[in-house]
């Protein structure tokens, strides 16, 4: 059974960092895409950031150089490091683990940007 377990959410001021973690379990990690979505009041989830099985990163324009994907085969782990951080980045962001058209969603971090 798939697990993801997001961590690292909380309260920053505009311009702060957060780093964002999900751990991964019930798969085999290095074979899966792994992504973050964040979902806002009222708006339609959006894909923030993803990154392949061999490691290539992308990111829509919202959030590129600012957010930075990475992850870690050893620790099963993927991480999302925000910084520069603006008040329309405060959402639920959500680890998704995806492979052969089938995502796996982790329970959502809430992210707060005061400004």
């Known amino acids: 059974q798939v697990q993801l377990v997001e961590s690292g959410g909380g309260l920053v001021q505009a311009g702060g960092s957060l780093r964002l973690s999900c751990l991964a379990s019930?798969?085999?990690?290095?074979?899966?895409?792994m992504g973050w979505y964040r979902q806002a009041p009222g708006k339609q989830r959006e894909l923030v950031a993803v990154?392949?099985?061999?490691?290539?990163?992308r990111y829509p324009e919202s959030v590129k150089g600012r957010f930075t994907i990475s992850r870690d085969g050893t620790k099963h782990t993927v991480y999302l490091q925000m910084d520069s951080l603006k008040p329309e980045d405060s959402a639920v962001y959500y680890c998704?683990?995806?492979?052969?058209?089938?995502?796996?969603w982790g329970q959502g971090t809430q992210v707060t940007v005061s400004s």
């Open positions: 998704v683990a995806s492979r052969g058209g089938t995502d796996s």
């Open positions: 019930g798969i085999s990690f290095s074979i899966y895409a």
């Open positions: 990154v392949s099985s061999s490691g290539v990163a």
